[in-house]
């Protein structure tokens, strides 16, 4: 719902009432192009984001920061490529399952034709075996589904393309020792500058200024002394 978009905004932003959106917040949402009934959609959402691709940042910050503490960037890329790779395989299984399935019910037509032909008939009129077939159809959805012979040669051939062209910048730039300690330290430093963040926040540019001429006051002060 709108109502649940801006309230999720609200959270993102940090703004509690009787505060509202402002700068390009606000003009975000006022140029969002709702539907009728006002429900917010994923392809609705989706286009959300590409128009305003700042709107959602404070999300994506979240999710970065949750990373970052928990259980580092490289894990956490190692674990997307693990979870890719394991759907890519996944639905290949799908894929030669349903095809095999296929081909099951192909053969046990045929057995249902040769049956009702006759063998002779069978072998020696195979111009009838069209009209015999329309009695044994097969799952015509389930045919749409399956993938062809070359259409599966060729998406298992890209995967092997893909595999073998990992295993090569694999080969080429191994993971190193340095590097590994390079992203443990980085995602150390990562966690203390946020650490140090939350503990002694960035004061705005008038605090600092407040504070710079404080100083300078007080050194004068002493010098005059």
Known sequence: MKEELELMLRVLYHIVP????????????????FNDDEK??????????????????????????????????????????????EKVRRDMIEQLAARKEHARLL?????????????????????????????????DAQAEKTLSEAELQ??????????????ELNAKNPETSAWGDYQKRKTRMEYAQQSADRTHPRRSANERALRAATRRAKKKKDCQT
Request: aromatic share 14%.
């Open 107 to 139: 053969k046990l037509r045929e057995k249902r034709i040769r049956k009702k032909m006759g063998l002779l008939r069978y072998m020696f009129c195979p111009a009838q075996r069209a009209a015999f077939r329309k009695l044994f159809p097969v799952d």
């Open 18 to 33: 009787p505060n509202d959106f402002s700068g390009n917040t606000r003009n975000a949402l006022e140029l969002l192009d």
């Open 40 to 85: 917010v959609d994923w392809q609705e959402f989706n286009r959300f984001h590409v128009l305003f691709p700042a709107l959602f940042y404070p999300a994506f910050r979240i999710q970065q920061t949750m990373i970052t503490q928990t259980m580092g960037q490289r894990w956490w890329d190692k674990k997307k490529r693990y979870l890719h790779e």
């Open 154 to 167: 060729v998406q298992k051939a890209k995967q092997r393309e893909v595999e073998r062209r990992l295993r």
